[in-house]
């Protein structure tokens, strides 16, 4: 899965949401975001916290972003795959008054799956600060419980 910059957003996940909402922007004052426009946050002295969700926006996305095998494979070990996503829980990341509280915060995990597109999709449906989602064909190595992605140690999350 490609790293995507915010303003690449649309091109592999489809937002909505059905009114408009409020959001900080890079400079740190809060705004108004159109319905059905991604909500990018940022704390008061403008550091990026993420796509912001709750429960009014809903995000999918694009299967041809990931892999076909991983998608379309009639084969279950084809469609093995490990989704990794950093995410603030919506209350932590609302009430965090600095950029230590946020990071504080944030919950670190990997996923195992069959099914990486319903995964992902189902991740983003959780309010918060979704920092970062990707993925990898096949199941990652089990590090007693973590594992290890972009140099970063993810814990496995429980079944």
């Not at 002295?45 to 993420?50: E, L, V």
């Not at 829980?89 to 946020?102: D, K, N, Q, Y």
Request: net charge negative.
């Amino acid at each position: 899965m490609p790293v995507l910059r915010a303003d690449q957003f649309p091109i592999a996940f489809d937002f909505a949401r059905c009114e408009a909402a409020d959001v900080r922007g890079p400079d740190g004052s809060v705004r108004t975001a159109p319905a059905d426009v991604p909500r990018f946050d940022h704390d008061a002295a403008g550091q990026p916290r993420g796509l912001l969700v709750t429960d009014a926006d809903r995000a999918a996305i694009d299967p041809l972003m990931l892999p076909a095998d991983l998608t379309e494979s009639a084969s279950l070990s084809a469609r093995e795959a490990t989704v990794y996503h950093l995410f603030v829980p919506i209350e932590a990341g609302l009430t965090a008054s600095s950029p230590e509280a946020f990071e504080a915060a944030m919950v670190r995990r990997a996923y195992f799956t069959r099914d990486a597109a319903g995964l992902i999709d189902s991740l983003l449906a959780s309010p918060g600060h979704h920092v970062a989602i990707g993925t990898h064909a096949g199941f990652a190595q089990n590090r007693g419980g973590f594992a290890r992605y972009r140099g970063k140690l993810w814990q496995l999350a429980s079944s």
